[in-house]
């Protein structure tokens, strides 16, 4: 057989073509999702997929930055496809100064990062996520956990964590310890605690010049602890960052569930903008995160100039569909209408018209297969009801309806349709 050679029938690499049972799986869980946003009174917001470079690159992280899509348009512009939705937002934000604060935004929209493929990581994919712009109190914090937790909620992934840590606690602990020099590399190796060994981790840090009995401190701190734990130890660390996490434990006891909820130094998060509470999700026994975000008060003052606190989250929806193993459903038409010559056809064609004005989906046979082959075909497609119309049925003013899914098989007068 001739024709395209195998790699260029598949997309290309890193991502994904979408058939219909794997679109309507995605638009379940968007429903869902859009839902718990909607109901806390988030809006939705788009913004165009492609960007200029140097909106992208200001504030991401030179990790981020190496997976930027990049080109320049035809009349020279660097530009770049988004990577997530916390910096278009913030750029539109820039220029629309009068949109009263806080604000309180949704997405579900497609970013793209020029990552290595693998299980869980695509280079085009979608994100789920909220921004609350324009609040600097933990009240702001229990809000966006909320948001998170419902939504985990509502897709039943119940049986979700979340791993929460403050740049600020890991940036004074590193004021003690004097290694604010190394904040970099040690951001860079804690990030990795979960997905390398203790040797590995430690190599990275004492590479970049941390004294060994230093790195191993600080490895064994940045384990998980329970949230009554953090605040003992954030207070002793700095007491306005522990009076901040014992209001935020506090007002959190009556929004989610605490015990779904742990503090943990290891959670640093790969993106530069992130100033103060970050978090990862992850959902049962799902390896990667499912979600993540935080506070980044200084992002929109380097689009505005203006000083503006946010926070906010995103989840992945690709793999939050892999945690859940929901990647297929299947919506099925509720009427295939069989005929056997013109007369039926015109039959037919009036017939659906008024199914389809009453909002049931019909389809009618083209007249190229036999019904035996309709048959086979109709369960294979997903029908729930075949209607055939025959001559002599018509003669009496009927047709015949075959239940796929109840298995029966009657007639109804045409009038009663
Ligand atoms: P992020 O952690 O980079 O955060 O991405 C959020 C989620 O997107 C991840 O937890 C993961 O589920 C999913 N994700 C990331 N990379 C990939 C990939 N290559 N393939 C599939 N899924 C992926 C952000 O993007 C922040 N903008 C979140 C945020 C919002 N922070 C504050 N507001």
Redesign the pocket.
Known sequence: MSGLPDHLRKPVRGMRDWTPRQIYALRHVEDTLRKVAESFGYRQVETPVVEHFEVLAKKAGQE?VNEIYVFKDKAGRDLGLR?????PIARLLSYHMEIPKPVRWYYFSK?F?Y?EPQH????E?H?F???LVGSSTPRAEVEVLQVLAESLNAVNAGNYLIMLNDRRAIDKLLERWELTPYREIIYRALDKKSKMSREEVLKIMTAGGVPLDKAEKLYDAASEIELHDAVDFLTALDSNLGSFYSQLVRYLEDAVPLERVKFNLSIV???DY?TGVVF??FAGEYK???????R?DDLLQLYSGVKTPA??????V???MEALGLLEVEKPIDYYIYVFDDEGYRVAIKIARKLRQSGYSVVIELGEKNLKDTFEYVLKLGVKHLMIIGKRELERGVVKIRDLGKRLEYEIPIEQL
């Open positions: 981020i990577f997530d939705m916390t910096v970013v990062r990552d869980g990581r695509y280079r994919f994100q996520g909220i921004e998060r790969g993106l992130y990862e999700v990667l995160a499912v979600g993540g975000g935080g980044y926070l906010g989250f995103a989840i992945g690709e793999r939050l």
